[in-house]
């Protein structure tokens, strides 16, 4: 079974910045950040293909996140990351890590992750 670890979650004020990394115990293809805040359901918040034949990298975002968040990847050390800049008060959430063992079209639903974190709480103070 496949572990998934976060880590680099904390607190920041408006227009701040963080670094999520998401370490993997095994390959999968696709990889994910999500979010869910309190009351509130869990959304996808960026997607990357892992480094594997043509599909590697391909990247898919939220609209919500779309020029400040920037998913990557570290296929040889199975690690993933999410770069955070200009955060804003809504971006308060739980972030959690998820993978699946196929590739990625689009920014899939939560259902169709395999694999999930534990999650790693982002706190953005206005």
């Known amino acids: 079974r496949m572990e998934l670890v976060e880590s680099g979650g904390g607190s920041v004020q408006a227009g701040g910045s963080l670094k999520l990394s998401c370490t993997a115990s095994?390959?999968?293809?696709?990889m994910a950040w999500f979010r869910q805040a309190p009351g509130k359901e869990r959304e996808g918040v960026a997607t990357?293909?892992?480094?594997?034949?043509?599909?590697?990298?391909?990247?898919y975002y939220d609209d919500s996140v779309k020029g400040r968040f920037t998913i990557s990847q570290d296929n040889a050390k199975r690690m993933v990351y999410l770069q955070m800049n200009g955060l804003k008060p809504e971006d308060t959430a739980m972030y959690y890590c998820?993978?699946?063992?196929?590739?990625?079209?689009?920014?899939?639903?939560?259902?169709?992750?395999?694999?999930w974190g534990q999650g790693t709480q982002v706190t953005v103070s206005s």
């Open positions: 990357i293909n892992i480094g594997r034949g043509n599909r590697g990298g391909e990247t």
């Open positions: 095994e390959y999968s293809y696709c």
């Open positions: 998820a993978a699946r063992r196929t590739y990625c079209s689009v920014l899939h639903d939560a259902d169709s992750y395999n694999y």
